[in-house]
């Protein structure tokens, strides 16, 4: 699968072809990139539980030709009543992380559908909002064919969420997990998709469904109150942006650690590496990529909470500067932790070239686990990655918001491309949209080939902690010695296309109108062109 898609309409690209097509849907009826995204967020929700939800998190990057690009945080604070005390004074020395009790934040996706949908309108676009939640609407009442990886995963993750409210009622059938390809309906996901549609986005936090949410929410016990509801709403923010020689790169500033991704690409350009794949590649990305973590985990959290301001980490002077510590033979000692995460990436492009680069998640697969039973709505567990211990960079205060893994990424070329792309995999996602933005953006390899082509991880796989360098099969084994040989602790994964490496994708336009795009062969997605 090297071969990259083209199309002039518009293209779209998701990990779950169902998605793709309902944006690219969304397109042929005339509607804009925004648009489009939105009916997507929509339909993965529905089709791709195991990943995101509408209980979940979202950020966008919006932008239209000529005008700067805007950012949307759409990530819900920790509850009025979540505090230390709040779990101390139930037993817990640490946040559980699964069940009522991680469901601790407010969910803020469909917020960001709304700011979404206003950038839109601005932007021309005049779809009802029914249309866009139709194909969702119809796949959790028809009911969706279930994938490998939600069945493989439901069987994995079912001895920590078979007790959890919900859970079971929703995801199993017949009380088994269901194999590969057998269908899955969510009637009551379905009953909540269409009033949205019709009493709009709003009564998620405001209205009739924010009442119903707010008493499942407390019969279960989780502090996610109605008033923490009602009190939030997603905001338009200005992205981070950096310098590259020949394109300028935007991601989503904290709490996202999108300041660590475009860390590791300022600090990789600067290294002076002529060529793709080769030991330079790897390991300039790599020791990139520790360089950026360090001052990620040092400071990235809660903007409220920082002392730094994080655009000073992105100026050309700071990014010579770190860069000039990477040693170009051996790689720095890394003993630190990684943090997990379970997400979706898309991407879009129109006609007109307005873009949308977007990713919606649960934190963990399955989130909390936690299913409202009035509305079927999969709750997160984004706030598991606070701490109970005050002193902590991410202690849990009323109204904090956690830090995210969670940053769509653009590019805008000198010579007029636009680009968007990013990925799943928490701990990976900075380091695949490296990979992915380095073999196109740098060394001009096709854009299916970038995000073909095998891929690595420094630290975690699914379900443990590690700080091994894993890299698929498919690197040659004269690659992997020298890696070892300067130092880098190698974990070869057995397969050549591994989950461990998210689920990536990419979307760039040409100044002449051609769109081109790239889905992942680790996923269930494809390239939806017009």
């Known amino acids: 699968m090297l071969h990259t898609k083209r199309a002039l309409g518009g293209v779209f690209v998701a990990p779950h072809h169902l998605a793709a097509q309902a944006g690219r849907d969304v ?6 990139a925004a648009e489009a995204m939105i009916a997507a967020a929509a339909a993965i929700a529905v089709v791709y539980p195991h990943m995101n939800a509408i209980g979940g998190d979202g950020f966008w990057l919006l932008a239209e030709p000529g005008q700067a690009p805007r950012a949307i945080e759409a990530c819900g604070p920790a509850a009025a009543a979540a505090d230390a005390d709040f779990y101390r004074s139930r037993g817990h020395d640490v946040i559980p992380s699964r069940g009522p009790l991680a469901a601790l934040t407010v969910a803020g996706t469909i917020s960001g559908w709304e700011r979404a949908r206003e950038i839109a309108g601005q932007w021309g676009g005049r779809l009802p909002l029914p249309r866009l939640l139709e194909d969702a609407h119809r796949h959790a009442r028809d009911g969706i064919a279930v994938t490998p990886s939600q069945a493989a995963l439901t069987a994995a993750k079912l001895p920590e969420l078979g007790d959890v409210p919900g859970f079971a009622d929703t995801y199993l059938l017949d009380g088994q997990v269901p194999a590969e390809g057998r269908v899955l309906r969510q009637a009551r996901l379905a009953d909540t998709l269409e009033r949205l549609g019709r009493a709009g986005l709003d009564d998620f936090y405001r209205g009739e469904l924010a009442a119903a949410m707010a008493e499942d929410l407390a019969r279960v016990g989780s502090p996610v109150s109605r008033d923490d509801l009602a009190a939030y709403h997603a905001r338009v923010v200005e992205p981070l942006s950096t310098r590259l020689r020949t394109a300028t790169l935007y991601n989503q500033p904290p709490p996202t650690q999108g300041m660590a991704s475009l860390m590791i690409l300022g600090l990789f350009d600067r290294l002076g590496v002529t060529e793709a794949e080769g ?39 700071d990014l010579a500067e770190r860069a000039a510590r990477i040693d170009p033979t051996t790689a720095l000692p890394w003993p630190q932790p990684a943090l997990p ?3 979706i990436w898309m991407g879009c492009i129109d006609r007109e070239g307005r873009s949308a680069s977007f990713i919606q998640s649960i934190y963990w697969e399955f989130g909390s686990g936690v299913v409202l039973p009035s509305s079927g709505v999969l709750w997160q567990n984004r706030g598991i990655s606070f701490s109970l211990d005050p002193d902590a960079p991410q202690a849990l205060k009323p109204g904090r918001k956690p830090f995210h893994t969670l940053n769509p990424a653009m590019a805008r070329f000198d010579d007029g491309r636009t680009m968007v792309y990013g990925t799943m995999g928490g701990e990976g996602q900075p380091q695949t949209q490296a990979a992915v933005f380095s073999r196109y953006g740098l060394f001009n390899q096709p854009l299916q080939q970038a995000v073909t082509a095998p891929r690595w991880l420094l630290g975690r796989t699914w379900g443990e902690e590690s700080t091994s360098l894993k890299l698929e099969a498919r690197f040659e084994a004269a690659l992997v010695e020298k890696l070892r040989d300067a130092g880098h602790q190698v974990e070869m994964l057995d397969q050549d296309f591994s989950d461990t490496m998210g689920h990536a994708g990419a979307v760039v336009r040409h100044p002449d109108g051609v769109i081109e795009g790239a889905s992942d062969p680790r ?8």
Do not use: W
């Open 341 to 343: 995460g379970d997400t």
């Open 523 to 530: 996923s269930d997605g494809v390239v939806a062109t017009l």
């Open 279 to 317: 030991f330079e590649h790897l390991h300039g990305l790599v020791e990139a990529t520790k360089q950026a973590f360090l001052i990620r985990d040092r400071h990235c959290t809660d903007p409220a909470y920082m002392d730094v301001d994080p655009a000073d980490f992105l100026t050309d002077a």
């Open 27 to 32: 397109l042929r009826e005339g509607g804009n």
